[in-house]
């Protein structure tokens, strides 16, 4: 069993600052990257940010380049989003999940990942 547990979302000024913690727990081994993900009202859950266990390999869509930081402790199990000079179309419920394919085309590949976090909820208004 695997659980994963996303926390520090909240509401911001556009132009601020959140910091994303997931919390893995279980069976963490079976994993390879951890990925972050986003769902705006209406929209379908898109791709944000990944990053390998073992290795620096990350991974960021273009809207976030140069904003986002994903990192990982790997001693607390934990992945944590930085998101700075955020602005009001990052507005989204943001979730955590898990792959175990190692391959880096599959990186940004929804289908990829499995065993979600229940989200954390992110609002920027300006």
């Known amino acids: 069993q695997v659980q994963l547990v996303e926390s520090g979302g909240g509401l911001v000024q556009a132009g601020g600052s959140l910091r994303l913690s997931c919390a893995v727990s279980?069976?963490?081994?079976?994993?390879?990257?951890m990925g972050w993900f986003r769902q705006a009202p209406g929209k379908e859950r898109e791709f944000v940010a990944a990053?390998?266990?073992?290795?620096?390999?990350?991974y960021y869509v273009d809207s976030v380049k140069g904003r986002f930081t994903i990192s990982r402790d790997n001693a607390k199990n934990t992945v944590d989003l930085q998101m700075n000079s955020l602005k009001p179309e990052d507005t989204a419920v943001y979730h955590c999940?898990?792959?175990?394919?190692?391959?880096?085309?599959?990186?940004?590949?929804?289908?990829?990942?499995?065993?979600w976090g229940q989200g954390t909820q992110v609002t920027v208004y300006s």
């Open positions: 999940a898990g792959s175990r394919f190692s391959t880096s085309t599959y990186a940004r590949e929804i289908s990829k990942y499995d065993y």
């Open positions: 279980g069976r963490t081994l079976i994993y390879y990257r």
């Open positions: 990053i390998n266990w073992s290795d620096d390999s990350t």
